[in-house]
């Protein structure tokens, strides 16, 4: 009786290793599979549908040795810019490219997660499946989870591209998908061509140089860009541009009301510094003529009838000025006369 509980112990462990082993062989030959369909990608992310889905994360017994992330996709929305589909793809393509070349002497890294991509055409049930109903949606498939208790992106968290992609990777598997290896801006092919017209318009441009026949001795050229630096400097243009402000804003109280002004010093549309600054240039215009133009010619009279319009338009422009500046800002600026006037 005991040699034959002993026979039946020592067959059921074989039994259990011999299905462990198969377990095994079918997990190497699933990741194998991963494997190959990643190395005919450029970026390393795997196209997938519905009968893939199947193949990879029903019929594969959990826990699976890697994780899934999905970049759900529709074709027939890329052309609503607003939703960013061909940028955020561009950028799942970076981030999967990246994880791959970080940790290409890891083997055992790169195979714990693999990119995947799915079009809504192609796969409507893979979409149902996972209960996709807003677009752009990333979900994450880790090795013991399936289906409904995947976990998703948030919307807000698509802000920083592929960066905020490679910290969702990273939060989930903790593993490191490293710095993100942007392409250059230029290809190598590009450069060379660049740099050989450049070479070879250098002797045509070096005669043109020497003749004295460039934009650069010319005095308009030189004119127009003082100008324009004025009016950049001097309209808040910069501001407008690293705050991303708006030309003009819609009234809270009538939405059907447009506002150019806004009263409070603590913003400043695009629109009020533009004015602002064109009242400057005007007064920088006039300035300039009355100081470089004016003083040539030889008729006192129209000289005088001259400089007493400037004066005036410079004085309209700046007293406008100072108006718009009390308004918004709530503090008045008045005229200084000595006591003994009063």
């Known amino acids: 009786m005991a040699f034959s509980q002993k026979l039946t112990l020592l067959f059921l462990l074989f039994a259990l290793s011999g299905f462990s082993s198969t377990v095994s062989d079918s997990n190497d030959d699933v990741v194998s599979e991963l494997l190959s369909l990643q190395s005919r990608s450029k970026s390393g992310v795997i196209h997938f549908n519905d009968q893939s889905l199947s193949r990879f994360i029903s019929s594969v017994k959990t826990p699976r040795p890697y994780s899934l992330l999905f970049f759900f996709d529709a074709v027939h929305l890329h052309d609503k810019s607003e939703l960013r589909l061909l940028e955020l793809l561009k950028e799942f393509n970076l981030v999967s490219s990246s994880f791959i070349a970080n940790n290409i002497d890891n083997p055992d890294v790169v195979n714990k997660i693999f990119f995947c991509h799915i079009e809504f055409k192609e796969s409507q049930f893979s979409f149902s499946q996972f209960n996709v109903n807003s677009l752009p949606h990333i979900r994450f498939v880790g090795p013991n989870q399936g289906f409904k208790d995947s976990e998703h992106m948030e919307q807000g968290d698509f802000s920083r591209l592929a960066e905020s992609m490679a910290e969702f990777v990273e939060s989930k598997t903790k593993l490191t998908v490293g710095p993100i290896i942007r392409p250059p801006f230029l290809s190598r092919n590009q450069i ?29 050229v030189w004119l127009a860009g003082s100008v324009f630096v004025y009016y950049f400097s001097v309209s808040g243009s910069m501001h407008n541009i690293i705050r991303k402000m708006p030309m003009f804003i819609t009234d809270r109280n ?43 010619i030889n008729n006192v009279a129209v000289q005088r009838v001259v400089m007493i319009f400037a004066l005036l338009v410079s004085f309209l422009a700046v007293k406008q000025v100072v108006f718009l500046d009390n308004w918004k800002t709530g503090y008045w600026i008045h005229g200084f006369w000595p006591s003994g006037w009063n």
Do not use: C, N
Not at 192 to 220: C, S
Not at 277 to 293: D, H, K, P, S
């Open 192 to 220: 060379i061509l660049i740099v050989l017209g450049i070479l070879a318009w250098i002797p045509f441009y070096m005669k043109r140089v020497i003749a004295g026949r460039t934009l650069f001795h010319d005095p308009k």
């Open 254 to 296: 009538d939405p059907s009301k447009i506002l150019f002004f806004y009263q409070g010093s603590g913003m400043q549309l695009g629109a009020e510094g533009f004015t602002i600054g064109f009242l400057y240039t005007v007064v920088g215009l006039l300035l300039a003529f009355l100081t470089q133009g004016l003083v040539k």
